[in-house]
């Protein structure tokens, strides 16, 4: 096990509201020293919506770092890390594209365009996504074949994380302090916390009940294997 974040709690185990993740909640609650008994501590606070995106983003940076740690490799002509970075394209993919990538187009950004708000910057976001989806494609298969890369394909993979990174960087940058903040402002309080409810609900029943932090600590493993975990090595002497 890798270092664990203290368990977020959402709304509704704060609420102590029994819905479709009630079983999952209970067995969450099970494990948060937090917690007494099956009352919420009074210093328990629910993760809203742009926290949740925002800590999703985490994500995104960190496997960012580890393609940006596989180009380092490629270029300085180093054994690939295949296996490490399949293992970062299959989180982007599951974890980004199709989970939080979704939250935002189907959650996100038509409450934007409904109050008529940032309408040209969710266009460039929903592009972006798709052109990102391409470019994973071709990392996976890159990263996931048994035989060596030719020097062609390396600089090709190569190029693919870089625009990638390239592309994600003010992505996310751009969410994090201009879209999040402008739902917060359109959408009233009740939908908002409704809103949480939906994100909560969804990441456990796509990836169970170990959820965000499951996925933080397959990242933290990956960043093991290519020596990038420890967070004191980027500390300038
Ligand atoms: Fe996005
Ligand atoms: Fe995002």
Known sequence: MTEQPPRAVGRRQLLGVSMSTAGVIALAACDNPQRRGDQPAADEVPVTPPEDLMREHGVLKRVLLIYREGLRRLQAGDELPAHALNAG????????ED??????????????????KLADVTAVLRTQHQRGRVLTDRVLAATGSASALDQAKRDALAQDM???????EPHEAREDTVVFPTLRQVVPAKEFRDMADIFEDE???RFGQAGFEGIVDKVADIEKDLGIYDLSQFTPS
């Not at 989970?99 to 008529?116: C, R, T, W």
């Not at 870089?162 to 994600?168: D, K, L």
């Open 203 to 205: 990441e456990h029943r």
């Open 99 to 116: 989970y939080h990538e979704q939250l935002e187009e189907q959650h996100v950004f038509p409450k934007l365009e409904q109050a008529g």
């Open 89 to 96: 394209a299959a989180i982007i993919r599951s974890f980004i």
């Open 162 to 168: 870089s625009v990638f990174i390239r592309m994600y």
